[in-house]
């Protein structure tokens, strides 16, 4: 089952509630249009200690669709300590255009 970005930060906002109260003013800034301070959340969030947090960024930063994150999906795609986490940043590599092999270094 695939959500939108909405829903992921939705996921994300209720996670984050529950984790750290402290967190939620910076969770209001993505309510805008600003798609720079969704990209630094998001990217963010993939250092987060809670799996589903780092799953839920990673597959939002596809669905955003800016070719920016993708060296740092690349990163967590290969380092992720979750398997599940690693393989939500390698979808979101394809939904971007890229693939993992791209950034391997030769």
């Known amino acids: 089952m695939l959500f939108s970005v909405t829903q992921y930060l939705g996921i994300l906002v209720f996670f984050e509630i529950n984790h750290n109260v402290g967190r939620c003013r910076v ?31 990673a597959r939002a930063l596809g669905e955003l669709g800016d070719p ?9 795609a290969k ?3 979750s398997s599940a986490v690693r393989r939500a940043a390698e ?8 693939n993992i092999d ?5």
Do not use: C, H, W
């Not at 800034?29 to 998001?42: A, H, M, R, V």
């Open 27 to 57: 969770m209001t800034t993505l309510s805008g249009p600003s798609l720079e301070l969704k990209l630094e959340y998001l990217t963010k969030q993939l250092d987060n200690v809670l799996p589903t947090i780092r799953f839920n960024a």
């Open 79 to 81: 380092s992720d300590q």
């Open 68 to 76: 920016r994150a993708a060296t740092i999906l690349s990163e967590v």
């Open 102 to 106: 791209d950034f391997t270094s030769v």
């Open 91 to 98: 979808i979101a590599l394809l939904e971007l255009g890229f």
